[in-house]
């Protein structure tokens, strides 16, 4: 069974980076033909895909995040990380990690979620 737990900062002031840790366990982040996901839901509104980093360590980011976003890992932890720069009160959300299953293109493990509030 695979578990995911995020960590960070549940506020942070605008202009800064927000920085959040997914640490996972039951299974290596390295594991071929799976990859690693930030996904995000404002209040009241859809999730939002905000990229992912692949088990060969490749990334991929939403367009119209590409230019704050960052996702790293650090497979000795079997962690990946998110970080968002220039935050604003509208990158307030709960914040989810995920792992994909690259071939089936779905999500088949959640994060349970952190909330992540911008404001001074």
């Known amino acids: 069974q695979v578990q995911l737990q995020e960590s960070g900062p549940g506020l942070v002031k605008p202009s800064q980076t927000l920085s959040l840790t997914c640490t996972v366990s039951g299974g290596s982040i390295t594991t071929s033909y799976y990859a690693w996901s930030w996904i995000r839901q404002p209040p009241g509104k859809g999730l939002e895909w905000m990229g992912v980093?692949?088990?060969?360590?490749?990334?991929y980011y939403s367009p119209s995040l590409k230019s704050r976003t960052s996702i790293s890992r650090d497979t000795s932890k079997n962690q990946f990380s998110l970080q968002l720069s220039s935050v604003t009160p509208e990158d307030t959300a709960v914040y989810y990690c995920?792992?994909?299953?690259?071939?089936?293109?779905?999500?088949?493990?959640w994060g349970q979620g952190t909330q992540v509030t911008v404001s001074s």
């Open positions: 995920a792992r994909v299953a690259v071939v089936a293109a779905t999500v088949d493990y």
């Open positions: 980093i692949a088990y060969d360590g490749s990334t």
